[in-house]
Antibody, heavy 117, light 108 residues
Framework: EVQLLESGGGLVQPGGSLRLSCAVS????????MNWVRQAPGKGLDWVSG????????YYADSVKGRFTISRDNSKNTLFLQMTSLRAEDTAVYYC??????????WGLGTLVTVSS | DIQMTQSPSSLSASVGDRVTITCRAS??????LGWYQQKPGKAPKRLIF????SLQSGVPSRFSGSGSGTEFTLTISSLQPEDFATYYC?????????FGQGTKVEIK
């Protein structure tokens, strides 16, 4: 069974930092590009960042460029999102998801990040 | 960036109705588009892969996709009670990937 399990969410003050993790099992993680997608309360889906299977290439939405860093550890089957300079508008459920280009695609259950004083 | 314009933003329909949702891309994305269903408190679930060519495993055949290039359609041929949800399109032709604004399908 394929599982993507996000962790690391929580309450953080504006300007603070948080590191999200996504532990992946049931697939050969090192062969999948990965993504982070978020959803603010009551709002639509918003792609945040992506990374190639090797980690050599990374991509960001303009709204997070320069503040968020995506990375992966293929030896530990884990995806990360380092978030800094957090703003109230970053409050959302953050999902990790595998590459959208393939028929087999998987999403985690999400982790809630709340940015508030 | 590629913009995805999805319509309508919401609709009310009855069980058994035929429902159509449209996404328009700001530039040619070939068939690099997926359709997703999301229910409250749940992760999105992909229904259609590559615009029209593939129904995801386990998705009922009442769901279908069509289109290529800049105009895409998701059709539910006969709406069922479990289909009341929010639907999104997603283009993955060029970074940044972009979602449509969503269509909330409600019970009439």
């Amino acid at each position: 069974e394929v599982q993507l399990l996000e962790s690391g969410g929580g309450l953080v003050q504006p300007g603070g930092s948080l590191r999200l993790s996504c532990a992946v099992s049931g697939i050969t993680f090192s062969t999948y590009g990965m993504n982070w997608v978020r959803q603010a309360p009551g709002k639509g889906l918003d792609w945040v960042s992506g990374i190639s299977f090797s980690g050599d290439s990374t991509y960001y939405a303009d709204s997070v460029k320069g503040r968020f860093t995506i990375s992966r550890d293929n030896s530990k089957n884990t995806l990360f999102l380092q978030m800094t300079s957090l703003r109230a508008e970053d409050t959302a459920v953050y999902y990790c998801a595998t590459d959208f280009h393939y028929y087999d695609t998987y999403w985690g259950l999400g982790t809630l990040v709340t940015v508030s004083s | 960036d590629i913009q995805m314009t999805q319509s309508p933003s919401s609709l009310s329909a009855s069980v058994g109705d035929r429902v159509t949702i449209t996404c328009r891309a700001s530039q040619d994305i070939r068939d690099d588009l997926g359709w997703y269903q999301q229910k409250p408190g749940k992760a999105p679930k992909r229904l259609i892969f590559a615009a029209a060519s593939s129904l995801q495993s386990g998705v009922p055949s009442r769901f279908s996709g069509s289109g290529s290039g800049t105009e895409f359609t998701l059709t539910i041929s006969s709406l069922q009670p479990e289909d009341f949800a929010t639907y999104y399109c997603l283009q993955y032709k060029g970074y940044p990937w972009t979602f449509g604004q969503g269509t909330k399908v409600e019970i009439k």
